[in-house]
């Protein structure tokens, strides 16, 4: 704005939106009694209720897209999600996804390794085939989801994991074959979390 829009409403920036409705539903009200006023007063008021809404518009516009510009950087860097997953934090890591605002390409990525450490196979495609629709072009979402179809045809996944389709309710218990993998095969394990997230660290110590 070329002018001080929040001077016509007599309120600071720092007003809240709540604040801000109500000055201007009080001046509106009382601008539009004013301007069947004769004369100049009428005039003047039919003037300053024009100057209102001008005024209001351009701060609602302002404001909408300083909330779009900050959830872009909040969501932009998901380096504390990813950290948490790293520390076996999925519970944290999940819930700090959830409140993202915008869900972009790398979001369903991010999701699709969550879904992996819980041993949620389908749903990791799932979310990985999304990143790979909304980022065409992204190699690595795409090998990524190359990797995990391979190993989801081989004979390294039981058949109860292949079952799953949503979110479970719980996070249950883990499901492999007792030797502390995810897989049942601490290679499968290895090449599965690279194509998932390029880090053997996800694996909690584990490997080939």
Known sequence: MNYNAYEILGLSESATQEE????????????????????????????????LEVAYRDIMIEREEKTQTNDFRDDADYTDVQQLITEGKLDEAQSKLDQRVTRDAEWHYIQSILFYKRNWFLESKRQLELACEMAPDNERYRQSLDKLTKILASNTISPDQMRTNSRPVDNGPTIGAGNGTC????????????????CCQCLGGGGC
């Open 20 to 51: 801000l409705d109500a000055r201007y539903n009080q001046l509106r009200e009382q601008y539009q009694k004013d301007r069947f006023l004769p004369g100049d007063a009428g005039e003047e008021a039919s003037e300053k209720l024009q100057q």
């Open 183 to 198: 897989t049942g095969s601490p290679c499968a394990d290895c090449i599965l979390c690279n194509a998932c997230c390029n």
